[in-house]
């Protein structure tokens, strides 16, 4: 799923460790929880195009895409939406990628005493297939599809791809503005896509924000 493709994206491949913040990771994984219940059809935007809401409540065999579906009990804006998929979210993908054997999950205790969690990789391929094909991406080296594009927009909205793959900043930066912009998608993904980036943008904004207020207080 989405959500799993984009936090192995988020870890990396050598020594497991994470390479964003835990806000970024949080955002844009409930950003592509989001898309992947618009992609399964269970989710669409109302008529008037500014509400999500829940237009087939059949239950989903994943549990935890059904549990997130279960979130959005009425229609909301897509960053509403966004901020309720948020809760438990990466803990939520992490159990599904140690179910599926491409890792696991260690709790440890840093100098005996302050809780630490760490991520033994397990599947190396799994995460090397997938930063193979993103970054040629993001590297201009192929077109993007609707998986890809995806990806990249979702990590182009937390500000992340220089961060997670090597190269030039300001190439990859220009590239994923024209790829967030492109028509690697149907008109009803892609609707939604600007729409999670925007909500995902605006709460990164208001998280500095209120950063910035607190240290400066």
């Given at each position: 799923?989405?959500?799993?493709?984009?936090?192995?994206?988020?870890?990396?491949?050598?020594?497991?460790?994470?390479?964003?913040?835990?806000?970024?990771?949080?955002?844009?994984?409930?950003?592509?929880?989001?898309?992947?219940?618009?992609?399964?059809?269970?989710?669409?935007?109302?008529?008037?195009?500014?509400?999500?809401?829940?237009?087939?409540?059949?239950?989903?065999?994943?549990?935890?895409?059904?549990?997130?579906?279960?979130?959005?009990?009425?229609?909301?804006?897509?960053?509403?939406?966004?901020?309720?998929?948020r809760t438990h979210v990466r803990d939520n993908?992490?159990?599904?990628?140690?179910?599926?054997?491409?890792?696991?999950?260690?709790?440890?205790?840093?100098?005996?005493?302050?809780?630490?969690?760490?991520?033994?990789?397990?599947?190396?391929?799994?995460?090397?297939?997938?930063?193979?094909?993103?970054?040629?991406?993001?590297?201009?080296?192929?077109?993007?599809?609707?998986?890809?594009?995806?990806?990249?927009?979702?990590?182009?909205?937390?500000?992340?791809?220089?961060?997670?793959?090597?190269?030039?900043?300001?190439?990859?930066?220009?590239?994923?503005?024209?790829?967030?912009?492109?028509?690697?998608?149907?008109?009803?993904?892609?609707?939604?896509?600007?729409?999670?980036?925007?909500?995902?943008?605006?709460?990164?904004?208001?998280?500095?924000?209120?950063?910035?207020?607190?240290?400066?207080?």
């Amino acid at each position: 799923m989405l959500p799993e493709d984009l936090m192995l994206l988020f870890i990396d491949e050598e020594d497991g460790r994470v390479l964003m913040d835990s806000t970024s990771i949080h955002n844009a994984l409930a950003g592509a929880v989001l898309l992947e219940l618009v992609n399964a059809g269970r989710v669409d935007f109302e008529p008037d195009g500014k509400r999500l809401a829940v237009v087939d409540p059949t239950p989903l065999p994943n549990e935890f895409l059904q549990e997130s579906l279960t979130r959005l009990d009425k229609p909301m804006k897509p960053q509403r939406a966004v901020e309720r998929l948020r809760t438990h979210v990466r803990d939520n993908v992490m159990a599904q990628l140690e179910g599926r054997g491409v890792l696991s999950v260690e709790k440890t205790r840093m100098l005996g005493i302050f809780p630490t969690t760490s991520y033994v990789i397990q599947d190396r391929k799994a995460i090397s297939d997938i930063r193979d094909a993103v970054g040629n991406v993001a590297l201009g080296h192929r077109a993007p599809d609707e998986r890809t594009g995806a990806l990249i927009s979702l990590l182009y909205a937390v500000k992340a791809l220089h961060k997670v793959f090597d190269g030039d900043r300001r190439e990859m930066n220009a590239r994923a503005e024209e790829i967030a912009a492109g028509n690697w998608a149907g008109a009803a993904v892609k609707k939604s896509m600007e729409a999670v980036q925007g909500a995902i943008i605006a709460m990164m904004v208001a998280s500095t924000v209120a950063a910035t207020s607190v240290s400066s207080s």
